[in-house]
């Protein structure tokens, strides 16, 4: 009789990979692959409906909330049991990591994920083991406000403890300001900004970047950990933030040369250890500054499009290789570039507005063979502001320099002609 492969636990329903997606690469480390979708935030028809095209002898499951994804998981790993548990979502790592625990599964503790999702505990665990960060304080009422600006000054950064995708990051210049935005946090209704009782403010960091450089001052590192062992597989460049704090994209490989590099990636390592992360993705975000890296904040997961960018430079199955760390099995060796892969993200302009006119996603990926990805958030006629989603678009294109990717990255962005007019007339409209 055959040995049957090994069962895996995937969670899905918000953020990070799509279901469809996230169950491909799944199915890659495994063909036996079960699929509990939590649709507290939208229907699982179509991840049901992907599920269902290859079932390969498991589950498929819904859960009304995160805790009943713990609950279903213990249930079915007492009739089939699970070998391993995996996310590819900020949201979903909480469940994950408690399932991991009570099964006695490879991944990272329940503390440790608590840790890597609260910047507020981050921080805290930084200053206990000497990681460069930003000084900062921790806001849990109107009474620590006049506290946080006599420790941290103003300007500074706003933020959430808890919070995804820059949502509800904001510069605050007066004490005004920052009670203002106190309050507009409070009152946050977006899965993006989870519900925690602390915000951060933090002194701020010059991260914008300056022209001509399409560059950012500050870099990820994409790492894959295995039983504590941490594989820094690549360092990635942002580019150059226009709108705030509204991410604009990513470049694979980096610019940096190599002792900043390293000086980077050990930084990254430290605060990696300081959290006390050992199994699955961890995508950390580093100023680059003139008097060394200072870490910005450590995700639990992979770097939003970092999966797709690592097989375009070089040909790394990211979420594969997340995927069977979680089963317990060794990664494969750290992937090397070969082309370049430039992400970019076309940002909601501050503001309300109406899309009035777009190209389709047939005429762009016609014109520009070199389009690997292109993702259209909104359909002429709907509104677009950043409290639901911060981008327009999102695409990849692959070159075989950086220059090339640049230039075309540029082009498709001029021939996508995204023309936006204001629902509020006193703001102008923009093409």
């Not at 179509?46 to 079932?55: G, I, S, T």
């Not at 941290?152 to 995804?164: C, E, I, Y």
């Not at 006390?276 to 500054?289: D, F, K, P, Q, R």
Request: hydrophobic residues 45%.
């Amino acid at each position: 009789m055959s040995e049957q492969p090994l069962h895996l636990l995937l969670i899905a329903g918000v953020g990070g990979l799509s279901a469809a997606d996230a169950l491909a690469a799944a199915r890659r480390a495994t063909p036996r692959v079960s699929l509990v979708f939590v649709a507290a935030w939208s229907p699982p028809d179509a991840a049901r409906e992907a599920w269902e095209r290859a079932p390969g002898g498991g589950a498929f499951l819904v859960a009304d909330g995160l805790d009943g994804v713990v609950d279903a998981a213990v249930a079915l790993h007492g009739r089939v049991p699970l070998h391993g548990v995996v996310t590819y979502s900020e949201l979903l790592l909480r469940p994950q990591a408690e399932i991991a625990d009570r099964l006695g599964l490879p991944g990272n503790s329940p503390r440790a994920v608590a840790v890597a999702q609260s910047k507020a505990r981050q921080r805290a665990a930084f200053a206990a083991h000497a990681v460069p960060s930003p000084r900062s304080a921790v806001i849990r009422g109107d009474g620590d406000l006049a506290a946080a600006v006599s420790a941290v000054g103003l300007p500074a950064v706003f933020k959430p403890s808890l919070g995804a995708g820059s949502q509800g990051v904001h510069l605050v210049s007066t004490a005004g300001e920052l009670a203002d935005a106190f309050r507009r946090g409070l009152g946050a209704d977006t899965p993006f900004i989870q519900r925690d009782d602390a915000f951060l403010l933090e002194e701020p960091m010059r991260l914008e970047g300056t022209a001509p450089s399409p560059y950012a001052d500050y870099v990820s590192v994409e790492s894959l950990l295995f039983h504590g062992a941490a594989q820094h597989l690549a360092v990635s460049d942002r580019l150059r933030l226009r709108h705030g704090y509204v991410e604009e994209g990513l470049v694979l490989p980096s610019r940096l040369d190599e002792p900043t590099a390293r000086r980077v990636v050990d930084c990254a390592d430290q605060a990696i250890k300081a959290i006390g992360l050992t199994h699955g993705a961890v995508h950390t975000e580093i100023a680059v500054l003139p008097d060394g890296p200072r870490v910005i904040e450590v995700n639990a997961r992979a770097g939003g499009p970092l999966p797709n960018l690592l097989r375009e430079a070089a040909g790394y199955d990211f979420a594969r290789e997340i995927a069977r760390t979680a089963l317990g099995l060794r990664p494969a060796p750290r992937p090397r570039t070969t082309s370049v892969a430039w992400f970019r993200f076309v940002p909601i302009p501050a503001g309300e507005w109406r899309v009035v006119s777009q190209r389709t996603v047939e005429e762009v990926r016609a014109a520009f063979p070199r389009l690997v990805r292109l993702g259209l958030r909104f359909r002429p006629g709907q509104q677009a502001r950043r409290d639901t989603t911060q981008h327009l678009a999102a695409f990849t294109v692959v070159a075989d320099s950086t220059d090339e990717a640049r230039r075309t990255a540029e082009a498709v962005e001029r021939y996508l002609d995204i023309r936006l007019e204001p629902v509020d007339e006193r703001q102008g409209a923009l093409r």
